[in-house]
């Protein structure tokens, strides 16, 4: 295993004989995935420091790395003395990517990146910079050369169809929409590059990417065809047939760039430029017969928008979720209270344990997050065993965790009291629960965005001048990943919400070195009803597991807040009943009581 | 005085004998002005039928005429039996100005309009249209030949300068910030043509526009040269003079097409498309020396965002207000406990007689509303002498009024009960308030837009499927028109608020037949602080009158709408206190009891 020192020299040596002044690798892989397999994470490997959204570059004697907010302070210190530049992006004074380039590239300099790795929207970008510098953009395949022996193999597991029964209609039926939807935008064929597009599309699912049932893929679909990319072999018999019936072709997963030069039919392909990876882009453009059309995937909206049966199934898969939580949440009391010493990455040992007892049970849909008193002030805490902290009896413990079943994903956030708190500790977490109630409750006229919907969620904490620097909540995929789009809830998110939208209301206080509260549930965004000014659009929880009302400042919640509450309690009691056991639900009783 | 059906016949045989097949006249004037001077509405002399935002087309053999919402019922009434459809505006089915004139332009067809009235953005559309159906638009002043005998004239009232107290800024420090924006907008010239625009750059005031103290005037500014059109013969020698010292020239109100003919200086000037006309934007476009430049109207900007010497003065003229409004309410509650008869008119003629006494009172800021019952529901209502209501001993009494001081402009609406309430009467007053109060003490991290703002007032109503088919509020000029842009509270408004910005909260319940509640203050946005999260703002209240509490069911507030509602009329009380006499003191003090 070489050190980092030693893998930026044997990247510069490479850049040195091919003529490459600066080279870029940004955190993606060829279908601009958010978390992407260790085969493709190069940015990683270079740094030695992980994260997401990041963009790792070096030159013959700098390198700098840009990270997001969440990873501020582990980038700081993972980097130090790697001769690695840590940059915080969004902070004043902190140049961007392409201010940097700006400022390093100058006339005939060239600046190299992997097509396959690179979305054409930030190739684009980092051409206009080339091109303001006279300087050159150069496709060079140095990470290929590089990365060779202690690299990951891409992965390889088991592919499956996910039954009709749960997804709500099949690989054949989806097709057709898809097809309808290419015909409304005047294209004939599209190319299925991001993988929770592709999962979607073919009710394809895999283990390809860690938590994240998804297969390594590609998909092109036009009006007579369509051929999935990817190593046939790890396809089940039963999948393998039902995708022959819905008239998919299949391929080798590197086959797609060949296909697409030899075709010989006119066609109006649509691309989405912010996933689409530039060699497929370039192949695409090499062949006279393709008129390009770009615009967002159609099929980013067409999963966010959950069918009935999808939606059925992700209300009973909550169900389970809900009965692990509460039987996790009994014996942490119960071993907390016994004396016992637990510490964070106890947590996940517990949860895995009542979740994976689910016959239906996939995978955890991410690494939960167990994090004790301050730790759980960084929002995206990950405690190692070895290193993660003991429970201690007093403040926060916050839980933020959830599994993937064959009915649906789950998301979920609890912060419990696990001894005495302080008044302050109290207001916190009565602050966060009514911002998390005002989304739940919140009401408006079909029309409204996620970023006005935002608004509603921080009032309680702007009042005091508080607020987290995260968005209110995302949109989680059936049987897929934990974060999906188009909606969001958060500052200037443009996208109308429409019933059958999932979404997590997940507001929180994070107070450096002191406290950090997150209450989280999923919902979904249903018909409120209609009257004579329109039609009007709520929220209905998915998720039902009781919120810690010990922690809670009755009086600082409003009439309105306090019967939510109530209600939603009498809900979670009457929802779980019938999966628990009579302790369990005696237990249940209690925690569930009206204030 | 010639009919409606006259008038039109008089125009179809002027069109007739010009080869124009279609006339179109929008709700306009040289300027795009809101309110249009009584010699530019050609729109309501043709139709007999008042109205704002509107466009009247006539073709040989029909005639329809676009109103939005405020106007759907008046229309119908005053346009039966013209031959004049009322087209309402955003109904589902009914076809927009350009899908009807795209069903009756067939090829060669001619669209005439006049280029002096026409918003360029507006002619475009036209456009469109014509060359989609291969038919032609003309410019042909066919208004300017038929309606000639009871045309009013041009206004010409006496033009006055704002003296540099009130305005905070010279022109000539207007007229430099000016220039400063064309530096950064990489333009040399602007032509200022919207009168709120140009009364700004040089506090230039006049009486030209019903309740609107401005002048009809254009302006155009380089860096060298500003020089204004208008008949100088109406400018005060004291207004000559400041303006001569400002480095400002003057030339005729109709000179400035021969001006931009003339000139020999190349120029990049900034126009906005929505409101410069085409016959000037033609004029532009005629001489080679000038470049073009679209975009948004800085000045709107610079004077939605007041100085602190307006601020001072606003705040000032609500206190003068206030006081007026103080007396009007004991008085009309006085005389209604008389027994005396009172109709809906009578309010204006006592708030006249209140507000005029004022020394600094200029004129109205618009005609009163002062609705009784259900013609509140309405939500323009304006009585009119010899049609209006009694005022009956039970429901609400609605009154929305201002006024234009030399201080400042003011719009206010508060809502009395006159008689007895039921508890439905008093549960949507006490909504209203609730949205009412929600904007008041709304606090915000800086870049929330009126869009997302808008969400906040009207939760308390959206819960209960209720809504107000208008924005939540609008801008204030300073000494001006009672609406100015660009910031507004309403959905989907993208301005993002700064300290400085002036908007009304009035949002309403409108129930036809029923009821019709609003309560309004004029809010100014202040900051409210900073923290570790970033800069925090909020509104202050301007407007300081008492809001009944007598209609207030108070256990529908919530607790910190009630301390803000106690906290408010304590201001009211400190803040009315000094103008008023002892008699009215003891009177506000009751109004102003916390509950």
Redesign the interface.
């Not at 970023?451 to 509603?456: C, H």
């Not at 409120?528 to 009257?531: I, L, P, V």
């Given at each position: 295993m070489k050190t980092v020192p030693e893998r930026l020299s044997a990247l510069r040596e490479a850049m040195a004989q091919a003529g490459c002044d600066a080279y870029i690798m940004p955190s993606s892989d060829p279908h601009s995935s958010e978390y992407a397999p260790a085969h493709y994470t190069a940015w990683e490997y270079f740094s030695g420091f992980s994260c997401e959204n990041s963009n790792l570059i070096v030159t013959a004697d700098e390198a700098a790395m840009w990270v997001d907010g969440r990873f501020f302070g582990a980038a700081d210190t993972a980097l130090a003395g790697t001769g690695i530049a840590s940059m915080h992006m969004g902070v004043e004074g902190v140049p961007t990517v392409s201010e940097w380039l700006g400022e390093r590239l100058t006339s005939g300099k060239v600046l190299g990146y992997c097509a396959e790795t690179m979305p054409l929207k930030q190739m684009r970008q980092l051409a206009d910079v080339c091109e303001k510098q006279e300087a050159k953009l150069a496709d060079l395949p140095l990470v290929d050369q590089v990365w060779v022996e202690d690299r990951p193999a891409l992965p390889a597991t088991d592919a499956w169809i996910l039954d009709a029964s749960y997804a709500g209609k099949t690989p054949a039926e989806k097709l057709a929409l898809l097809r309808g939807k290419l015909l409304k935008k005047e294209c004939t064929a599209i190319l299925v590059t991001k993988l929770d597009s592709l999962a979607w599309l073919l009710n394809l699912r895999a283990a390809d990417v860690e938590d994240t049932p998804y297969a390594l893929a590609f998909c092109y679909v036009d009006f007579d065809t369509a051929v999935l990319f990817m190593d046939t072999s790890r396809l089940s018999a039963d999948a393998a047939e039902q995708l022959a019936q819905s008239g998919v072709k299949t391929a080798g997963y590197n086959e797609m760039p060949a296909y697409l030069a030899e075709a010989t039919n006119e066609q109006t392909v649509l691309i989405d430029p912010s996933s689409l990876n530039a060699a497929l882009y370039n192949a695409l453009c090499d062949n006279d017969y393709y008129s390009i059309v770009e615009d967002a995937d159609p099929i980013s909206m067409m999963k966010a928008i959950k069918n009935e049966t999808e939606l059925t199934c992700t209300r009973r898969a909550h169900l389970i979720d809900g009965a692990a939580m509460v039987r996790f949440q009994m014996e942490l009391e119960q071993r907390l209270a016994s004396g016992e010493v637990l510490r964070e990455t106890d947590v996940d040992t517990i949860l895995h344990k009542y979740r994976s007892s689910a016959s239906k049970f996939i995978t955890e849909s991410f690494p939960t997050i167990a994090a004790w008193g301050s730790n759980a002030a960084m929002m995206h805490y990950a405690p190692k065993v070895g290193s993660d902290a003991e429970i201690q009896r007093k403040g926060y413990l916050l839980v933020d965790s959830g599994a993937t079943y064959y009915d649906g994903t789950t998301d979920i956030t609890r912060t419990y009291a696990v001894g005495p708190l302080t008044e302050e500790e109290k207001l916190d977490y009565t602050r966060v629960l009514r911002c998390h109630i005002d989304v739940a409750?919140?009401?408006?006229?079909e029309?409204?965005?996620g970023?006005?919907?935002?608004?509603?969620a921080?009032?309680p904490l702007?009042?005091h001048?508080?607020?987290y620097?995260c968005g209110t909540g995302h949109g989680v995929a059936h049987v897929g990943a934990v974060h999906e789009g188009p909606q969001s809830l958060r500052?200037?998110n443009e996208i109308v919400f429409v019933p059958g939208m999932v979404i997590t209301d997940e507001p929180g206080i994070y107070e450096e070195g002191r406290v950090g509260i997150r209450i989280e549930n999923e919902l979904v965004c249903m018909e409120?009803?209609?009257?004579e000014?329109?039609r009007?659009l709520r929220f209905e929880p998915l998720t039902f597991v009781p919120i810690d009302v010990s922690c809670v400042l009755p009086?600082e919640l409003?009439?309105?807040e306090k019967d939510w509450l109530n209600d939603y309690h009498a809900q979670v009691l009457e929802n779980l009943t019938p999966l628990l056991n009579e302790k369990e639900i005696e237990w249940l009783r209690v925690k569930c009581a009206a204030i």
């Open positions: 409750m919140a009401v408006w006229r029309g409204a965005t970023g006005e919907l935002d608004m509603i921080r009032q702007w009042r001048m508080l607020d620097r500052p200037h409120a009803g209609k009257s000014y329109g009007f009086e409003t009439r309105e």
